[in-house]
């Protein structure tokens, strides 16, 4: 089974392939004959580096377009009181006495550090489908911890979310 990704999701790829293949593949392809054109490939840095900036750029096109032929696309349509995907949420974290709030994404917009949590993590799997109110236990190691749902915000813009890198 692929990765889950929603139409917004597949928009995102399919607009970042098709730069890399008309914008970026042009420019590194550019970058790689004038480094051939300085002499000696043997000793040439540049050669090497516009080498591995194209290689990169291929493979980034390679490992997006396979993750959409083997996607599993999801609905981020929710009920309105129940937290689905693209839903920003306040969680009060019980141990800590302290409210933090996330968005649940789907995992290649997953960015714990900008609180973008995957809904394939612990948590984001935790969470899916509670309401305001709710105490839910969250799996970590042998025990785990507990959170309440303060607040669900049904978000209807990720214009800004970017795709993970591999």
Known sequence: MGEQLTESDVKKIKEEIE???????????????????QGDLSENFEYKAAKQDKNRNE??????????????????????????????VDLYFEDDEEVETYRIVTSVRGNSLAGLISIESPLGKAVLGHKVGDRVKIPAGDDGYYVVVKRIDKTTDDSHDTLRKY
């Open 59 to 88: 493979s980034r096109i390679r490992y997006l377009e396979r993750m959409l032929k083997t996607a599993n696309i999801v609905s981020d349509d929710s009920k309105e009181d129940e937290i689905g995907i693209n839903n920003t």
């Open 19 to 37: 730069y890399r293949k008309i914008v970026v593949r042009k420019k590194e392809l550019e970058a790689v004959k004038e480094a051939r054109a």
